[in-house]
């Protein structure tokens, strides 16, 4: 059982790039479980962490629905971004500049065989990270992702997420607003979740600008703690 994690920072990085690279390292993992299967070996499956800062683009999960959309092509490309198509679960979401979107492809077998209890820990993970900055957050029930004023009049969500998983191997994960330009999230019904709100962590401090690497550090620091993983930074 391999309880270390590679941790991988690409800086900022193409949506689509980004997702024929973890398409590779999940694939290498599948491959590596089924010849352990195939050929009675115990090979270890290795585990990554992706950080990432996407430009502009809008993702939409397999289980979404299109029409949460509110641009077409013409007025996306105006807005300066993309739009994809891709095979996590949810609806559709927003990435770029100011935000923190963390990939863990994992092998679960490694730490347990429960995808719920695999994204309760990545919420509680951001969950902590706030608590640190004196910002109460928590989930909203049957809504997956971390969100802050849950039960009052303003429920706004500041972390999307959104996983595939397969032979329990994960891909794709969350994306923390930390800087982000929340009018972007005005084209979209975002998580196709209508009459709630969306946040970021700079404006609930009400500061200009939250240090992205502290905010790095921190989740690492969390999820560590959570999974019982050792994280060791690599190129």
């Known amino acids: 059982m391999n309880k270390t994690v590679k941790l991988i920072d690409l800086g900022e990085k ?33 585990n990554y962490f992706i950080f990432v800062e996407h430009p502009h683009v809008y993702t939409l999960g397999k289980s979404g ?15 300066g971004a993309t739009f994809y198509k891709i095979n996590r679960g949810g609806d559709i979401t927003y990435h770029g500049p100011g935000q923190i979107v963390g990939y863990p492809i994992l092998d679960l077998e490694n730490f347990f065989t429960d995808i719920h209890k695999y994204l309760r820990l990545l919420e509680e993970t951001i969950i902590l990270v706030l608590k640190d900055y004196g910002i109460e957050a928590g989930r909203s029930e049957g809504e997956t992702g971390v969100w802050l004023g849950v039960g009052t009049p303003f429920p ?48 609930e401090l009400g500061v200009d600008y939250v240090d992205e690497d502290e905010i790095r550090n921190k989740i690492i620091k969390y999820f560590s703690e959570l999974f019982e993983a050792t994280v060791v930074a690599v190129e």
């Open 156 to 203: 706004r969500k500041i972390c999307a997420m959104g996983v595939r998983a397969s032979r329990w191997v994960t891909m794709h994960g969350f994306a923390l607003n930390v800087n982000s330009d929340l009018g972007y999230f005005d084209n979209i019904i975002p998580c196709g979740i209508k009459g709630k709100g969306v946040t970021s962590l700079n404006v």
């Open 65 to 79: 629905d299109v029409h949460n959309m509110l641009l077409n092509d013409e007025q996306l490309k105006a807005k």
């Open 14 to 46: 193409d949506y689509k790039d980004t997702w024929d690279y973890q398409e590779e390292i999940f694939q290498s993992i599948l491959a590596t479980k089924v010849k352990n299967r195939r050929e009675e070996t115990t090979e270890p499956t290795e």
